[in-house]
Structures are given as C-alpha cells and as structure tokens.
C-alpha cells in the first residue's frame, strides 16, 4: 500500500490529467477550431513528457506524436479525433483518464518499479472469465462446452482488480463462456473501481439498450465483439443468426456513442474474408474503431485443427493487418494481430509479462490458450500467482524465440511449453476434456515445423532494431546478449514503442 503522500501525489496528478480532459471534451462539444483541439492534444503530450522525466525510454516516440497532433490532417490524429467526436463525452473522459494516465502512465511507471523489485512479471492487463456459461456452440471452442457450473462469484473478481490496482494493473478484459450473463455484477464491479477500464469479448446477443444506458453512465466499460467476416463464414461457426445479433449490438453501442471493437478468430475457412479491404472499411462505417485477431488454437477435446490457417494465408494475414495500418489509406480501424505482431511487443506477452488468464474456476492460467494452473485466486494473491513456478517460468523463457514471428510456447515452440509444464508440475485446467501438454503440444508439432523456414526467411529479409525498454528477467536485462534478437522495423502506421510497456 502507498504511503499518504503518494496518495495525495496520484490525486493532484490524476486532477491535473482531468482538467486537460475535460478542457479537451468541452472543445468537442462546442466543435470549436480543429488546431485548438490540436493544442489540447500537446499539452497532454508535454504532460506525459513531464510525467516521466528521466525515466522516459521512449522519447523519441513521444517527441514524434507530440509532432503528429501539430498536423489536424495527419491520418492518425483525424483518427483521433473521429472516435472523440462520436463517443458519448463520460465515455471518451473515462476512457481518456483511466487508460491514458491511470494505465499508461502511472499505471507503466508501477508496473517498471513492481517488476524490479519482485524480480517477476507484472501485467499491464488482467484478463478473467466471471463465468463459463456461454448460449453459443462455437465450432472448435472449447468454452462452448463447459456448461454453467463455474463462475467466480463477485468477491473474486474485486479481488483480481483490488490486488492488480496495488501493483499498478488498471486495465481488465473479460471473456468466458459469455461475460454479459453477469453483467449486474460487473456493472458493480466497475462502479466500484471507477478507475479502472473494463473491456468485455461479448457474441453480442445479450447487448440491449439497458446495458448501453448503464455502460454510458458509467464510462468505463466497452466490449469486443465476436465477429467472423460475412454471415455465411460468421454463422456456419458461430450459428444461425449471429451475426444478425452482432449487427444489432453495433448500431446499439454506436448509437449510445459507446466505442467498441471486434474480436477476430481467423481459420482456414474464413481468414479470406475477415482480411478482405471491404470486411474493414464495413466494420469501420459500423463503428468499431480497433480490431483483436486471433489465430485458432487447437485447444481441448472439442479443438478442430484442421480450421489452423495455412501457411501461405498466414504470410498474407502480416501483410494485409499492417497494410490497413499504413498511412496510404483512410480506413478507420485499427487491427492488431496478437501472432504476428510479437515483434512490437518484444514476442510473448503472456505469462504475466504483460498480461495473464483467470478462468472461472479461479485457477491462473499463464494464457487464455495455455490451460494450466499452479495457484488460484481463491488461495493466492495476484503477487503470488505471478511468483509461482509456473509463471517464473515464463518470465525466465521469454522471449521464447529470437523471430517474433514465432512468439507462441505452444503454437511455435511446443517443446518448451512441454518442457514448463514439466518442470513446474503444473496441472491442465481444462474443464471440457483433460488434456496433457504432450496432447496439446502434439496438435501443434506440425504446424511449427511447417511455419518455421517461412518465418525465418520473412524475419531475414526485413530491416531491424532494438527497442528502448524490453520486461524481461532481470538476468537477460543484465545481459542483453541473452535476449539479444532482431526487432523488426516493418511498416505500421504508428510509431508502437510508444504503447509497449
């Protein structure tokens, strides 16, 4: 716990940050010069350069967006601009003051100290299912099958945000089964921890006009929405009618001026249509502004591995991402593919490093796809969960591959999350279908073997270099040499080292 002072500190910091919010939101409001918005947008950069000091690792990232927000007609900064004019104002404060100073900023700065001096992975985002219940049969998911019966009751879940808060965690994803089914006791949830941000993976059917009026009041709520290209590739995995449902919720929460993103598995069967240029410009006149795309996992009992992309539609997945986030277009979406953009966030996230799993049994699980647990939020705490052998074991691993284009333990080197598993005596956490590491790693052995060459010739043929700051062990940060590898300095559209933490 921090001292008086420190608190007093936060509070004026945290007042400060308000004041050029709300200095921003009622320039918005009274649509006044598009330059003076731009102002605003620099001073919140200078505060952010004032914040960190010293500290700062990133300035030359920073100075580049502090340059960016002086140019109304830069693509990102209309950007900008386009989700704060059309998000309900409590909605873009909230988001604007508990993502941006409480997460980015003193949020960062916690988590850097925290990571010294436990000498463990501390996440700057704590993903949870409240429940396993889920109204949705998904070909290949294995939460489809779970049933009702595990949920983390409330006391759980404000324990997850009460101890993350502490070690400087201020950003908080939930999925399931389907979050929505307890969507009373998150509202509570968020209520109580109004400095917090909360995002939801929702299938959207449960989204109505009461819980858009509740999320408006609140602010600090948004959801991802389940969505799979058209209807014909959407419903033969999702199910009849889905996809009706999700084209209901999205013009409910644009209506409400709730900003939202989707949630993108992609497979073999559908990766054509949810990286077509008329899939993106269709999600962004629908109002989803970010994008999350994942690739399938052959994951318990249920798994169908035959829906893993090929290898030639995942070489063309890297390009078609980071060609909608170059500047020659003006589409507005932002997607980010969490496979293939390991190199702007060092590779694995997981394990804490940056983020870690919580499943409705309370078992802490170091990736929402690797389904093993040695602690659990019912007998541990958050610090403890992170110092378990399981989770030091990703921390001392990681990176896990020099190419950050095979940053998976399980999906690109299965051997070494054969190797964790083992060592720590973790247990399988799969409440469908018990599977051992050797089941789920067998799954993934030819796909590594097949991907390996293709990734290794992309990652030889591209322009590196190294980032400021990398949360790995103490020891590789002693020794770079030992976590020394080419950082690819591909085409984006934005300058990330600015967002890694």
Sequence with gaps: ????????????????????????????SKKEDINERSEVYIKIADSTVKFWGKEATNMDSLNKVREA??????????????????TDPNCAKTLLVNLGYEGFLRGTKMIRENRKIYNCNIPWLILFDPTDACNLHCTGC??????????????????????????????????GGEPTVRM??????AEKHNDCYFALFSNSTLINEEVCKEVVRLGNITFLLSIEGSEETNDERRGKGHYEAAMKAMDLLKKYGIIFGTSICYTRNNIEAVTDEKFFRFLADKGARFGF??????????AAPELMPTMEQRKQIIDKIRWVRTGDNDIGFFPMDFQNDGEFVGGCIAGGRNYFHINAQGDAEPCVFIHFSDTNIKTHSILEMLQSPLFK?????????????RPCPMLENPDLLREMIKKTGAHGTNAECEETA?????????????????????????????????NYSLEKRENPELAAFEHVDAPTGLDLDNLHV
């Design 293 to 302: 795309y994942f690739h399938y996992m052959p994951i318990g009992g249920n």
């Design 438 to 470: 050797e089941q789920l790693c067998a799954k993934c052995e030819n796909y590594a073997k097949e991907w390996a060459p293709i990734a290794d010739e992309i990652w030889a043929n591209q322009t590196h270099k190294f980032r400021p700051y990398e």
């Design 69 to 86: 927000f002086k140019n109304p007609d830069n693509r990102w900064v209309k950007f900008l601009n386009q989700i704060i004019d059309e």
């Design 1 to 28: 716990m921090g001292s008086v002072k420190d608190s007093i500190s936060h509070a004026a910091e945290r007042k400060t940050f308000e004041v050029l919010v709300n200095r921003l939101i009622k320039k918005i």
């Design 393 to 405: 074991a990703y921390h001392e691993g990681q990176p896990f591959n020099r190419n950050m284009l």
């Design 142 to 175: 294995w939460s489809g099958t779970y049933g009702h019966k595990n949920n983390l009751s409330f006391e759980d879940m404000d324990k997850i945000v009460s101890q993350g808060k502490e070690l400087g965690t201020h950003l908080y994803l939930m999925t």
């Design 184 to 189: 009373k006791d998150i509202f509570k949830l």
